[in-house]
């Protein structure tokens, strides 16, 4: 059964850091790029970072460059994200993405509220 689990969401203030988790199973972990995704209230999905199978390439939406970093342990069939430098509209729900061709897989997401 595959799985992605996403930890790490939680209530933070402006200008703070999280770090988010999602740990994969049921596939081969290694062999699927990684994304993160985030959806705040009332607007569309949005693409926020990306990661290459093996870990050497990683692609940034504008809107997070310079303050989010992906990364990936493949030896624990995790991926991560550490959100610096925190924002009120970085407010979202997180969700972690596996892809692989047309295959893809989702968790369930982790909610971000930055707030003061």
């Known amino acids: 059964q595959v799985q992605l689990v996403e930890s790490g969401g939680g209530l933070v203030q402006p200008g703070g850091s999280l770090r988010l988790s999602c740990v994969a199973s049921?596939?081969?972990?290694?062999?699927?790029?990684m994304r993160w995704y985030r959806q705040a209230p009332g607007k569309e999905r949005e693409l926020v970072a990306t990661?290459?199978?093996?870990?050497?390439?990683?692609i940034y939406a504008d809107s997070v460059k310079g303050r989010f970093t992906i990364s990936r342990d493949n030896t624990k069939n995790t991926v991560y994200m550490q959100m610096n430098s925190l924002k009120l509209e970085d407010t979202a729900v997180y969700y972690c993405?596996?892809?692989?061709?047309?295959?893809?897989?989702w968790g369930k997401g982790t909610l971000v509220t930055v707030s003061s």
């Open positions: 993405n596996a892809i692989r061709n047309l295959q893809q897989y």
């Open positions: 990661i290459s199978s093996t870990g050497d390439s990683t």
């Open positions: 049921g596939f081969t972990f290694r062999n699927y790029g």
